[in-house]
């Protein structure tokens, strides 16, 4: 049973910046590739962003692309998502998730494309 916990939300102003970390247990974190999804209220989970298990390989939805940035310490066994330009739209709850390495992409826009989540933490984004 692969265990994540997010950590690193909070109440930031719009431009601002923050790190959200997810910290990975049970499992062997270089064998997975890992997305990051959001869902705010009301609305249902989207997908964020991906990285490959090696780190090789990023994906993003369009409305981060170039604001947020995936990353990963595979010695840690943890999974980063730096976001800066942050705006109110942007406020959700952010969850991390794995996805096995058999599947023949390393990341998946849906959520059943991924196999076990986080918790989450929360990032809101004040105007």
């Known amino acids: 049973q692969v265990h994540l916990v997010e950590s690193g939300g909070g109440l930031v102003q719009a431009g601002g910046s923050l790190r959200l970390a997810c910290a990975v247990s049970?499992?062997?974190?270089?064998?997975?590739?890992m997305g990051w999804f959001r869902q705010a209220p009301g609305k249902e989970r989207e997908f964020v962003a991906a990285?490959?298990?090696?780190?090789?390989?990023?994906y993003y939805t369009e409305s981060v692309k170039g604001r947020f940035t995936i990353s990963r310490d595979n010695a840690e066994y943890t999974l980063y998502l730096q976001m800066s330009g942050l705006k109110p739209e942007d406020t959700a709850i952010y969850y991390c998730?794995?996805?096995?390495?058999?599947?023949?992409?390393?990341?998946?826009?849906?959520?059943?494309?991924?196999?076990?989540w986080g918790q989450g933490t929360q990032v809101t984004v004040s105007s």
């Open positions: 998730a794995t996805r096995r390495q058999f599947y023949n992409t390393y990341y998946s826009i849906a959520t059943s494309g991924y196999d076990y």
């Open positions: 049970g499992g062997t974190f270089s064998d997975l590739h």
């Open positions: 990285i490959d298990r090696g780190a090789r390989s990023t």
